[in-house]
């Protein structure tokens, strides 16, 4: 399944990708000279390193989730806004007194709930993945926006201030939770049968129902665990500046999310995809982001930049690209990651 | 489920029937102004305080004040000034969301001699006869309120400042840049040493900061000047979680004058914010009355740009919590 077109064993699995990455980094290096310079401070790491992994976070457990419902050939336009749910829940959970681990699992609950709204509409109600996340990607916010009453809630709840400034390990919570998350699943689907049932139901849903896939439940599943993962990072991200902020928490962040799973060589049509690849794509794009922060040039230049960089990454992985790379390096095989 | 809603859709429907029958005449009951007020949206604290503040005034002068929340969106604003100018409104408050494409609504409301005031953001049109009158800062005035503390307070020493910008491309920010470096050309020794955008966002004036005091180090920063207090707020936390102390070893000036920054100040991590009065619906009801009165209104109302330093933080704070 994975080698239809014939170009792809020509080149190892994950180079593309994580030459992308090794070269954002090195991009990072020239433009500041101490970027590699770690050091530990109260028990936790600092650098520019785990600086990209800590902002990343939030990108990495979404593009986790959409890589599932990507490879069912579906889409989750809904993230950010679940994002911003989650984090009003959870603020608005300890500003009413709520014990935190109540909060936060009230927050979880929401992105569930919103995770089953959207897999109902796509695999019982049959409306097409783009238009039934739509739904919730408007309204989210607005939902949001109702929990919060349009104020940027603040709070200073210690449990929820530790998840967003204190350390596993030397490592930002975040950063822990993301890893933790992104391997859980992996194990999920790549221990089971599960990874097989989405590429299938990917690739074709009809022919997979009739081989005896339970198609529905699959698909329920993918957004649900999407809804999950972008529940999570809402209550990230809100921790990291101690605040509900319901009009900017998640903002286009689906947006990142997809292009991870792009950059990772997730297939838009369905049936391919790589967890461990889709976190390289998310790390490369806020390595890319840091990059051009740190660069120094004036910020009308940001978002040029940052599409021509991209486009180049994308070409470098196209089939195209890929066949003349292989026609040059003719016996390398492919490398399962 | 469905008779609540069929019901209560009935009851609106008979309300807005006998509404309409009874006003052959303008909408409203003796001797009572009704104003509409076509509100952008409730994207910030600063803009729920603005309509919260619009109502209060409102109800304290005793005028009926019908707000439509046009969730940011141009045509929702249009569609609400034209249902107002429907109900015969005696006066429209527009706080527009985009600066262009207002020439033909605002025309309506010409030809139905209802008076439209402008709040906090300006138009473009070629004929300025479309609005009675605009009540809005000065975004320049409020850079140079900014950059004028910083000048006074630093006495000569030399400092190298990092600028936190809002989102690219729209006035607001070009105005803002450009009152704050007007304020700093005289003194020689401040200079903007980096600049880049936070979009007006905690978040991303956290990852801004950050990225300032890993690329240039927090011993090089003296001081920051953010473009609004919340990406301040997300700065304040980048510092402190780098070890820096925000309002000792970093000098902060942002603008706005949002509760959460006066709670900063008041803990000693921010030092100056300039306001953004957001009481421009009591603004514009006087304008409005004093028209109504003498048939005469200024063109332009300023609100005053004031600086707030932190000795009042711990009173403004109190008194500011409950109208964001």
């Known amino acids: 399944m994975t080698d239809l077109l014939g170009w792809r064993s020509r080149l190892p699995r994950g180079g593309p990708q994580l030459a992308a990455l090794a070269l954002a980094l090195a991009a990072n290096a020239v433009v500041s000279p101490d970027f590699f310079h770690l050091l530990l401070r109260d028990g936790r790491l600092f650098g520019s390193p785990v600086d990209i992994l800590n902002r990343g976070a939030p990108t990495v457990l979404l593009g986790v989730g959409m890589a599932l419902v990507i490879a069912t050939r579906g889409i989750d336009l809904s993230v950010g806004s679940v994002m911003a749910i989650a984090g009003a829940v959870a603020a608005a959970g300890v500003a009413h007194g709520l014990p935190w681990g109540v909060s936060i699992a009230l927050a979880l609950g929401a992105g569930v709930a919103c995770g089953l709204w959207n897999g109902l509409l796509v695999a019982i109600m049959g409306i097409q993945p783009i238009v039934a996340t739509l739904v919730l990607m408007v309204a989210g916010r607005g939902v949001a926006q109702l929990i919060t009453s349009g104020r940027i809630l603040t709070f200073d709840e210690p449990h929820l201030l530790w998840i967003g400034g204190g350390a596993i390990a030397g490592l930002p919570v975040a950063v822990v939770v993301a890893l933790a998350a992104a391997a859980l699943v992996l194990l999920m689907v790549r221990r089971t049968a599960l990874a097989l049932f989405i590429e299938a139901v990917g690739v074709n849903p009809q022919a997979s129902r009739l081989a005896g896939v339970p198609s529905r439940a699959v698909l329920v599943y993918v957004y649900l665990v999407s809804g999950l993962l972008a529940a999570t990072a809402g209550v990230l991200a809100a921790a990291d500046i101690r605040a509900a902020d319901a009009n900017n928490a998640g903002l286009w962040l689906e947006l990142d999310a997809i292009l991870a799973v792009v950059l990772g060589g997730g297939s838009l049509y369905g049936g391919r995809f790589s967890l461990g690849l889709t976190v390289v794509g998310a790390l490369t794009l806020q390595t890319l982001k840091t990059c051009i922060l740190r660069a120094g040039f004036p910020p009308e230049f940001n978002l040029i930049a940052m599409a021509g960089v991209v486009a180049v990454v994308l070409v470098i992985q196209s089939p195209a690209v890929g066949a003349l790379g292989g026609r040059l390096v003719p016996r390398l095989r492919e490398v399962r990651l | ?324």
């Open chain 2, 1 to 324: 489920m469905s008779w609540v809603v069929r019901l209560a859709t009935s009851a609106a429907l008979a309300l807005i029937l006998t509404g309409c029958g009874r006003s052959a005449g303008p909408a409203q009951h003796a001797g009572q102004l009704t104003v509409g007020f076509a509100q952008v949206g409730s994207e910030s604290g600063w803009r729920s305080a603005e309509t919260r503040m619009a109502q209060d005034a409102a109800k304290q002068r005793g005028v009926i004040l019908k707000v439509a929340d046009g969730q940011q969106r141009q045509e929702n604003e249009i569609k609400a000034i034209r249902s107002f100018i429907a109900q015969r409104v005696d006066a429209i408050f527009l706080a527009p969301v985009v600066s262009t494409g207002w020439d033909e609504v605002l025309g309506e409301a010409r030809e139905a001699k209802i008076p439209v005031i402008l709040l906090d953001r300006p138009i473009e049109t070629k004929d300025a006869g479309l609005y009675l009158s605009a009540v809005a800062a000065d975004n320049t005035l409020e850079g140079r309120v900014a950059g004028e503390w910083l000048v006074g307070r630093l006495g000569g020493k030399a400092c190298p400042v990092v600028e936190l910008q809002g989102t690219v491309g729209s006035t607001l920010v070009a105005n803002r840049k450009k009152g704050f470096q007007e304020a700093i050309a005289k003194a020689a020794n401040i200079r903007i040493v980096r600049t880049q955008s936070g979009e007006f966002t905690r978040a991303k004036g956290k990852e801004v900061m950050e990225g300032f005091i890993k690329a240039i180090g927090g011993a090089n920063i003296c001081a920051v000047y953010a473009h609004n207090d919340d990406m301040m707020l997300g700065a304040i936390q980048a510092m402190k979680e780098a070890g820096l102390k925000p309002g000792k070893d970093i000098l902060t000036v942002s603008i706005d004058g949002v509760p959460d920054i006066f709670q900063a100040m008041a803990a000693g991590e921010a030092n100056a914010t300039v306001e953004l009065a957001p009481d421009m619906g009591a603004r514009a009801l006087d304008v409005l009355a004093a028209y109504r009165k003498t048939g005469q209104a200024p063109k332009f109302v300023q609100t005053p740009s004031r600086l707030f330093l932190p000795d009042t933080a711990a009173a403004e704070y109190a008194r500011r919590k409950g109208l964001y």
